[in-house]
């Protein structure tokens, strides 16, 4: 009992301190030439490491969230595009009565992902739903739960964000009820 106890304990305690999971692995290496860039052209010396200690802690907290679930291409084909992290999802929830409803590109592309939104008004969008528009955000993103993260660790989510490859991908939508969703929706049946 006590061996089998000792197993199951440790892998856990690993995974805290030493080796991200492996599907998760792409998240923590993709941004860390980024991150170099960043690091070396707009954050002062001083700060290396604790910028590169908070994009750190927002991939580790992005990867436990299960962000990529729904903001990565492939993912819901249980073949998430190892190459385009959190660029958007193909595939939109619907929601019954309010619409349908994709991950959008996290990506700090320009036109189509978070380029323009400052590291505050990301804060926003996770903990509060409200997009800097001012549109409450879909139900089916988790920010009422995103709502329980410290100052600290939301700031390092929206940091880690800005320090991803930015991607050019607009995802569909977003889709009110009477519209006609133009790409894959996963959707609530009746029995
Ligand atoms: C269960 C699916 C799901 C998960 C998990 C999820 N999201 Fe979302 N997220 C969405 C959907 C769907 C939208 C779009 C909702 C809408 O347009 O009303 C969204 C919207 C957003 C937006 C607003 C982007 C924009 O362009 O409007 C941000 C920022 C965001 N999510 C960040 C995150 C982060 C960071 C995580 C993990 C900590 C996360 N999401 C986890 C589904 C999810």
Same mark, same amino acid.
């Given at each position: 009992?006590?061996?089998?106890?000792d197993?199951?304990?440790?892998?856990?305690?690993e995974?805290?301190?030493a080796?991200?999971?492996?599907?998760?692995?792409w998240s923590i290496?993709?941004?860390?030439?980024?991150?170099?860039?960043?690091?070396?052209g707009?954050?002062?010396?001083?700060t290396?490491?604790?910028?590169?200690?908070?994009?750190?802690?927002g991939?580790?907290?992005?990867?436990?969230?299960?962000?990529?679930?729904?903001h990565?291409?492939g993912?819901?084909?249980g073949?998430?595009?190892?190459t385009?992290?959190?660029?958007?999802?193909e595939?939109?929830?619907e929601? @019954?009565?309010l619409g349908?409803?994709h +991950? $959008?590109?996290?990506?700090p !592309?320009?036109? =189509?992902?978070?380029?323009?939104?400052?590291?505050?008004?990301?804060v926003?969008?996770?903990?509060?739903?409200?997009r800097?528009?001012g549109?409450?955000?879909?139900?089916?993103?988790?920010?009422r739960?995103?709502?329980?993260?410290?100052d600290e660790?939301?700031?390092?989510?929206?940091?880690y964000?800005?320090?991803?490859? @930015?991607?050019?991908?607009r995802?569909? +939508? $977003?889709?009110g009820p009477? !519209?006609r969703? =133009?790409?894959f929706?996963?959707k609530?049946?009746?029995?």
């Amino acid at each position: 009992m006590t061996d089998a106890f000792d197993q199951t304990i440790h892998p856990i305690d690993e995974t805290e301190t030493a080796a991200p999971p492996r599907r998760a692995r792409w998240s923590i290496a993709l941004p860390i030439g980024a991150l170099a860039a960043a690091v070396a052209g707009t954050i002062g010396l001083g700060t290396t490491s604790a910028g590169e200690s908070r994009v750190a802690r927002g991939a580790y907290l992005t990867t436990i969230s299960g962000c990529g679930d729904c903001h990565t291409p492939g993912d819901f084909y249980g073949k998430p595009d190892e190459t385009k992290p959190l660029s958007g999802s193909e595939v939109g929830f619907e929601i @019954p009565g309010l619409g349908v409803f994709h +991950g $959008p590109n996290l990506t700090p !592309d320009r036109e =189509t992902g978070l380029g323009r939104w400052s590291e505050a008004e990301i804060v926003t969008a996770i903990r509060t739903g409200i997009r800097p528009d001012g549109r409450e955000l879909a139900p089916i993103m988790p920010w009422r739960n995103f709502a329980r993260l410290s100052d600290e660790d939301a700031r390092a989510v929206a940091a880690y964000l800005k320090s991803l490859p @930015p991607i050019g991908h607009r995802v569909p +939508g $977003p889709f009110g009820p009477q !519209d006609r969703p =133009t790409s894959f929706v996963m959707k609530i049946v009746a029995p």
